[in-house]
């Protein structure tokens, strides 16, 4: 199980310690099945050792106490935290030193270097997204494009990037897309019908030109999501939008060579489902 110093270091990073004990399990069983033939035939059931888990690539860390999650789940309890999470990695920096039975470590090497990899990739990718836009006072922020039962995790490592959380799921707010309007009829039914059955939820939609933009503004949302806009109609919404407070947020199709143009317009958020579901990993390995 988790130690109580670590459960505590987990929930101050906003994680579920339950769900997340659930799905180290579940990773550990997936990867070990019934046994791990390969230690069990070279490694003596008394040996202990000491491994480290060090950085092979510049990137900003996330998991560090996910990773030692899994190790005190698989029998390993003596563990040193040298990184901490949002931290800035270098080649053959130490992150965190484990010490227990070669054979417990040996059978959680990889479900803990395959979540840790995992979250320290979104963490740099959104960092070098966030620096991107540095000074223009727009923020990035991350989608639902998220991995089926990674979803808490992989936004937390978007915040230790540096970027913000929208929606965690379906129930924190309103976002009214074009299949909702299609179907509604207008986005001022849609815009009204949401209000009507949920008053007070905040209330945020996606518009593809400056006559739906004019529309959405005649119902006040709290926000609107500028979906594929191009620079020009970008400056136009902003212009348009000013008086108002409704936020402004774009998305679709942005990448690191044209972010800081749309943030430069003056949106509020920037929606990035790149940092989520096309990360790649940051290259972690452990070392005895």
């Not at 030193?97 to 990889?110: D, P």
């Not at 897309?177 to 939609?205: C, F, M, W």
């Not at 348009?240 to 800081?260: A, P």
């Not at 143009?261 to 003056?266: F, L, P, Q, V």
Request: charged share 25%; net charge negative.
């Amino acid at each position: 199980m988790i130690s109580a110093s670590l459960t505590e270091r987990l929930k101050a990073q906003g994680l579920d310690v339950v769900a997340l004990t659930d799905l180290i399990k579940d990773a550990l069983a997936e990867d070990k099945a019934s046994e791990d033939k390969t230690t069990l035939a070279t490694i003596d059931s008394a040996q202990t050792g000491t491994a480290s888990l060090k950085s092979r690539q510049n990137g900003i860390v996330a998991g560090v106490n996910v990773a030692a999650a899994v190790f005190e789940i698989a029998g390993v309890t003596e563990i040193e935290f040298i990184k901490k999470c949002g931290e800035r990695l270098a080649p053959g920096e130490k992150i965190l030193a484990i010490t227990g039975k070669t054979r417990a470590i040996l059978s959680s090497e990889r479900v803990a270097l395959n979540l840790i990899s995992h979250l320290s990739g979104i963490a740099t990718t959104t960092k070098n997204w966030v620096e991107r836009i540095a000074g223009t006072g727009a923020v990035i922020r991350d989608t639902r494009k998220t991995n089926p039962g990674l979803r808490e995790l992989e936004k937390f490592a978007v915040r230790m990037g540096g970027g913000e959380n929208h929606r965690i799921n379906l129930a924190d707010g309103a976002l009214i897309k074009d299949n909702h309007i299609a179907a509604a009829g207008s986005i001022t039914d849609a815009i009204s019908n949401v209000r009507r059955q949920y008053p007070g939820l905040p209330v945020e939609v996606e518009v593809d030109s400056i006559a739906q933009l004019e529309e959405a503004l005649k119902s006040s949302p709290e926000m609107i999501l500028l979906d594929n806009m191009s620079i020009a109609d970008t400056k136009k919404a902003v212009s348009l939008t000013r008086d108002s407070k409704t936020l402004l947020e774009s998305s679709g199709g942005l990448t690191l060579e044209s972010v800081r143009g749309y943030a430069e317009c003056g949106v509020d958020y920037l929606a990035v489902g790149a940092i989520t579901h096309s990360a790649p990993i940051l290259d972690i390995g452990l070392d005895f």
